[in-house]
């Protein structure tokens, strides 16, 4: 089973950058069961949104058309590490963001099979 760690999150200012991080792991760690990572983040009362995807053997990222332009998903393959850099963050922005992992870059949150805990971003204006 994949385990997901996220950390990088925190308070920032309107205008400022942060840089999220997600550690992949697992004893009987699956290649296949991560071709694809992503990061959602999710508000009280609203549904989860996917913000960035990416498949593993590519460099080329998907971005929610929010955070286009501002927000970039890479990953250091070496490391087993994705890494979502915001940039021009907005009050907006404010969510837990997870990290997921999936064999395919899915849309809807509820085909994604693993999931890390989280981390909070508060950006204040």
């Known amino acids: 089973q994949v385990r997901l760690v996220e950390s990088g999150g925190g308070s920032v200012r309107a205008g400022g950058s942060l840089r999220l991080s997600c550690a992949a792991s697992?004893?009987?760690?699956?290649?296949?069961?991560?071709?694809?990572m992503a990061w959602f983040r999710q508000v009280p009362g609203k549904m989860r949104e996917r913000v960035a995807a990416?498949?593993?053997?590519?460099?080329?990222?998907f971005y929610d058309d929010s955070v286009q332009g501002r927000f970039t998903i890479s990953q250091d393959n070496a490391k087993n590490t994705v890494y979502l850099q915001m940039n021009s963050l907005k009050p907006e922005d404010t969510a837990m963001y997870y990290c997921?992992?999936?064999?395919?870059?899915?849309?809807?949150?509820?085909?994604?099979?693993?999931w890390g805990q989280g981390t909070q971003v508060t950006v204040s204006s």
């Open positions: 997921a992992a999936a064999p395919l870059c899915y849309d809807a949150p509820f085909n994604w099979d693993v």
């Open positions: 990416m498949y593993t053997d590519r460099a080329q990222g």
């Open positions: 697992g004893a009987t760690y699956s290649r296949n069961s991560r071709n694809c």
